[in-house]
């Protein structure tokens, strides 16, 4: 890690952050000559910090506040390693870090330790998750009282309606695309193809699939902390909020998983189209903690004004071969 800011000179401060409960990065601002204490010794913010509403607020009657004093954890940096902010105009550097108890156990409130003790449990039956996710988002000028569609650098007019996988579309916002796909080089993040989507201004962009879910995940939260703050650059906003637009289908992130075990076999592949035993099994365990399961899928308010008929988006627990 220390070789990385060595190499990098002109960076001159970093930011190291976690993820919060909502994905919101929580950290600090660190001059670069202070880094090597950082990724000695990691740094403290409190228990209660990564357990924000979606404000940033104290979330109502939490027992981390004021029944334990707000006290600290200690957060040491991931396997990632620093890595270029490219949506800053001075050159910053990135060091992504995760919680941990004073006696150094993960803290449970901690969602990469939530995932971690998940993929243990993977790991003691021999099997390994294949995960990839896409993700949605639009692209906004929210510089009026109301929410409209940026106007295209190319041609400086706004799009009407939406185009659904139209290279026009894409072709509209050429340079922001060409950039976010040379900062996610710069970053290590495995953008795949991109496309445009239903709503007005809304595009997609798929990651590569990765037999690391802890990886992949860390992936899903650079790149729409990427997306963000590049868009900012640009002139406009990004949201990935389920439904910005009350008229047009909302944004959703899919995920994909299979299932290898030691022998490198894909658990679920039959060899034909039905699939095997485990595979059922698993959809009817995703079917069976569906409602328990909304909590993480659709966290907020606005995630139910998405999850209306006719707009993309499921309205009934259900499961399909080669269903949307």
Not at 34 to 60: C, H, M, Q, Y
Not at 98 to 125: I, S
């Amino acid at each position: 890690m220390k070789d990385w800011l060595r190499k990098h000179p002109e960076v001159h401060t970093i930011r190291v952050a976690a993820a919060d409960l909502n994905g919101q990065a929580r950290g600090k601002r660190v001059p670069a000559r202070f880094a090597d204490k950082v990724v000695k010794d990691g740094t403290r913010f409190p228990f209660s910090v990564l357990n924000l509403d979606i404000w940033g607020e104290d979330i109502d009657d939490s027992p981390l506040v004021f029944e334990q004093g707000d006290a600290d954890g200690v957060l040491r940096p991931t396997e990632r390693g620093f890595m270029p902010m490219p949506w800053l105009e001075a050159p910053t550097a990135l060091l992504p870090i995760w919680m941990f108890r004073e006696n150094g156990q993960p803290y449970e409130g901690d969602p990469r330790h939530a995932l971690r003790a998940v993929l243990e449990r993977f790991k003691a039956r021999g099997l390994t998750p294949v995960v990839a996710v896409e993700l949605e988002f639009f692209l906004i000028d929210d510089s009026g009282k109301k929410l409209q569609v940026p106007l295209s650098p190319r041609s400086g007019k706004r799009r009407k309606a939406a185009e659904t996988l139209s290279i026009r579309a894409l072709d509209a916002f050429d340079t922001f695309f060409t950039d976010l796909y040379d900062a996610c080089e710069a970053m290590d993040i495995p953008a795949d193809t991109s496309t445009s989507e239903t709503g007005l201004g809304q595009f997609e962009v798929n990651m590569m699939h990765s037999d690391d879910a802890l990886r992949a995940a860390d992936d899903a939260w650079l790149f729409k902390m990427l997306v963000k703050g590049l868009a900012r650059r640009h002139g406009f906003a990004a949201s990935f909020m389920a439904k910005p637009y009350p008229e047009y289908s909302g944004s959703g992130l899919h995920t994909h998983f299979s299932l290898i075990n030691g022998e490198g076999e894909n658990v679920f592949d039959s060899g034909g189209p039905k699939g095997t035993a485990i595979m059922r099994y698993a959809v009817a365990g995703c079917l069976a903690a569906m409602h328990d399961s909304a909590l993480i899928f659709a966290p907020h308010a606005n995630s139910y004004e998405r999850l209306v008929p006719g707009k993309h988006a499921p309205t009934a627990i259900s499961w399909g071969f080669e269903n949307r």
